[in-house]
């Protein structure tokens, strides 16, 4: 069972745009992909869900290409609030409601 | 509207020892899930439930059991306790299934230490 890959870790700084990619090869027709943050001690937060193109809502913006293989999370002018592990997720082909995580990509964003 | 709520918040088990974790929501959503993890991993799925009285097993189910009688419950069982079971604990749950995907609700966890 494939699974999406994500960087380990980033680092930005205060007010600077931060661009997460997830590769999701075996995604499957009729999936979404969706993207969660998650702070120390506490359940992921959803943050933002695509099917195809882009979408943006108040707090991101997520760009998907036709092939839909990859998407990317894009935070505007990140704060030092924004310094957490997102993860994104896609129902995998074969999955069934399985909902499979990856490992998610830590941000730390610095003065 | 309390959402997705965990009790306990804490746990310390020694070895052998049985417990339940409850997850309870109130969104009135039909899919449940109980999801571990561990440090420097993300969250594998457990178990997890697409309606009252349904469950079936995720990525690493060995050692659990799950039960959900009622639609607003999910409970997640360990039998025999052991220290590979050490981890953090997060119940989620959605609205529809993954073909008209809905976004997870979670809760804030359960740290459950084996000794």
């Known amino acids: 069972l494939a699974k999406t890959t994500q960087p380990v870790s980033m680092d930005s700084y205060e007010g600077q745009e931060v661009n997460i990619t997830c590769s999701h090869n075996n995604i499957a027709t009729n999936d979404y992909i969706t993207w969660y943050q998650q702070f120390p001690s506490q359940g992921p937060r959803f943050i933002i869900q695509g099917y195809k193109t882009k979408v943006t809502n108040e707090v991101a913006s997520l760009f998907i290409p036709a092939d839909r293989k990859s998407s990317t999370l894009s935070l505007p002018r990140v704060s030092l609030s924004d310094t957490a592990v997102y993860y994104c997720l896609v129902a995998l082909t074969g999955g069934g409601n399985k909902l499979t995580f990856g490992t998610g990509t830590q941000l730390k964003v610095e003065l | ?115």
């Open chain 2, 1 to 115: 509207n309390a959402g997705v709520t965990q009790t306990p918040k804490f746990r310390v088990l020694k070895t052998g020892q049985s417990m339940t974790l409850l997850c309870a929501q109130d969104m009135n959503h039909e899919y449940m899930y109980w999801y571990r993890q561990d440090p420097g991993m993300g969250l594998r799925l457990i178990h997890y439930s697409v309606g009252e009285g349904t469950t079936a097993k995720g990525e690493v189910p060995d050692g659990y059991n799950v039960s959900r009688l009622k639609k607003q419950n999910f409970l997640l069982g360990l039998e025999s306790a052991a220290p590979s079971q050490t981890s953090v604990y997060f119940c989620a749950s959605s609205y529809l299934d993954r073909a008209v995907n809905s976004p997870l609700h979670f809760g804030n966890g359960t740290r459950l230490t084996v000794t």
